[in-house]
């Protein structure tokens, strides 16, 4: 129902800063919460933040302060602000429908996400 079309990862320093785009399809995009998952070698793939269709803003601990969730509904498209990078916050990220904190429909191609010491 729902096609994600993510970007704007790359490779960069700790400390450094990124923004994300996703790009969505669907004549219901405005009324789901959306939600940023990263997924690093080795690990399960996570639930980074979540937005409501009404802005409501929800993040894992380890982002919090760093990391800012938003979205433009007339645009199909969610953002992920992501300043005072670490790490440990590498992997390929990708966006999804978040019902309850499970993603529901196709995952999108991601976008990788490196930071380096």
């Known amino acids: 129902q729902v096609q994600l079309v993510e970007s704007g990862g790359g490779l960069v320093q700790a400390g450094g800063s990124l923004r994300l785009s996703c790009a969505a399809s669907?004549?219901?995009?405005?009324?789901?919460?959306m939600g940023w998952y990263r997924q690093a070698p080795g690990k399960q793939r996570e639930l980074v933040a979540s937005i409501r269709s009404g802005g409501v803003t929800n993040y894992r601990d380890s982002v919090k302060g760093r990391f800012t969730i938003s979205r433009d509904n007339a645009k199909n498209t969610v953002y992920l602000q992501m300043n005072s990078l670490k790490p440990e916050d590498t992997g390929v990220y990708y966006c999804n429908r978040d019902l309850l904190g499970i993603p529901v429909g196709s995952w999108g191609q991601g976008t990788q996400v490196t930071v380096a010491s």
């Open positions: 669907g004549r219901s995009f405005s009324d789901y919460t």
